[in-house]
């Protein structure tokens, strides 16, 4: 059985491409990436390298050639990307590839505030129109994505947040890449969507704890409402087109949109899912 990764060169693909080689026949693994100059390592280890480009479908169908199964890994292009996946998509049909699992968000529902939520509900409804065998990985946001919150927490004693009481599963990417691969090379995943997410359900004040904990000092959560989250983010340096979407992560925390915790890292990714406070301890 071959399988195709795209964005193979990315954080998450990259893990992903590594657990199938532990597990699969090399040749049977096709990696899709704009620059296969960056793959040259896998495709030493056995592995299939592909040029593959969203923005030129023309040639993607060639790229997937021979493909069974394909892990869709969403771009970065937040608000733009749905193009890009469609065209995928697309190119997956013509291709004959079988089954696609796609990298979406916890509940990905018009409720969600969340700013990348109208990119993935249209790329999974894409996906339930296409004819495609499909599997939607939904994964909760990203432990690594915390560490800096908790340096700067750690080294300013305040941990600023617009999350008020609200709980988040943060999930790290070796986990979700140990999901997809259960998928992708097990049986009876076709038509589900799967919450991926941490061992628990973290707040604000969790947050500070492992913070407090690096410190080796007390660290205060320091509660704001929207406006001043993002003024304080960009004061800190975050480009400012960015500010709106890490304020929508914060909002769909606080609505509890992202607080259920699953056993898919368990039961499918065959792994103890990876604590927040564990990727803590290792910086």
């Given amino acids: 059985m071959t ?102 968000v916890q509940e990905p529902t018009k409720d969600n505030p969340a700013g990348v939520v109208p990119d993935h509900a249209a790329t999974e409804d894409a996906l339930r129109a296409s004819g495609l065998a499909w599997t939607m990985l939904r994964n909760n946001l990203y432990a690594e994505f915390q560490l800096d919150t908790i340096a700067h927490a750690a080294a300013s004693g305040q941990l600023f947040t617009n999350t008020a009481d609200g709980a988040a599963a943060y999930v790290s990417r070796v986990d979700c890449a140990a999901v997809a691969v259960g998928v992708l090379t097990g049986k009876g995943h076709a038509g589900h969507a799967y919450d991926i997410t941490g061992p628990s359900a973290l707040t604000a004040s969790d947050l500070a704890e492992i913070a407090a904990k690096r410190a080796g000092r007390a660290v205060e959560v320091v509660q704001v409402d929207d406006e001043s989250y993002a003024a304080g983010l960009v004061a800190g340096g975050l480009p400012p087109a960015w500010a709106p979407l890490m304020v929508s992560f914060g909002a769909a925390i606080r609505l509890g949109k992202l607080a259920e915790v699953s056993n898919v890292v368990e039961q499918i990714g065959r792994r103890i899912p990876t604590p927040l406070e564990a990727l803590a301890a290792g910086m």
């Fill in 3 to 104: 399988i195709a990764v795209t964005g193979a060169s990315g954080h998450l693909g990259r893990l992903v491409a590594d657990q199938l080689l532990a597990t699969t026949d090399p040749a049977q693994v096709v990696l899709l990436t704009r620059d296969p100059a960056r793959l040259a390592s896998y495709a030493e280890q056995g592995a299939v390298v592909r040029a593959a480009d969203f923005s030129r479908p023309d040639g993607l169908v060639d790229s997937l050639a021979g493909v069974e199964r394909m892990l869709l890994i969403s771009t970065d292009a937040v608000g733009t990307r749905v193009e890009g996946h469609l065209a995928a998509i697309d190119a997956t049909v013509k291709a004959g590839v079988r089954h696609v699992a796609y990298t979406s």
